[in-house]
């Protein structure tokens, strides 16, 4: 076994001062992040989301395995076979498999079976679980912590998309086992998660919604 190696950190110690200033002003400007379900068709340069891609590449998981590939969908024609597939999905979902607790929390969200920003927004990316890694030479290699290490690269990501100045979506039609086929991912991939981006429609509106406060959320002991 390998002797591991080290290289110096690279960290920025900020005055306390400095630092509540930018820990109130992160806050300030991600606690405006919405979902929204409304695209415009505008072009965003591809650059965006590869530096967004970047960012989440650099999140922390499990052994440093990265169990994570990203599939960045632009092609109408993909998106349109996504959508189609989805939609029927989502379609029997909502009229058939739901239970009636369920459809009473999405209610005020306003959404249904329809997802037309399937194919209005610029981009789909579509986020893969690895279940195990394969070298070069074809040998299995397992990962650790797959699921929180996605969930955490898929929260950068979409923090990164905020920060850009894109609005995003999380789509997770039930079941999603139809991306790996039309994107034609191997075996030892799982769909994780649909993230649509983009910028929102004009004039697009969001559910009034409010989020718990800290004393619900967090506990100091």
Known sequence: MPSPEFDPLSFHEYPPEEMRTRAADFYAD???RRTVREFSERPVPVEIIQDCLRA???APN???MQPWHFVVVSDAGVKQR???VAEEEERNFYQERAPQEWLEALAPLGTDWRKPFLDSAPYLIAIF???HS???SGKRVKNYYVAESVGIATGVLITALHHAGL???THTPSPMNFLAEILGRPANEKPFLLLVAGYPAPDTQVPRITKKPLEDIASFV
Do not use: E, H, M, P
């Open 129 to 131: 679980a690895q279940k």
């Open 56 to 58: 989440a590449g650099t």
């Open 82 to 84: 996504i959508r189609v």
């Open 167 to 169: 609005a995003t979506l």
């Open 134 to 136: 394969l070298t070069a």
């Open 62 to 64: 499990g052994a440093n």
């Open 30 to 32: 991600v606690r405006r």
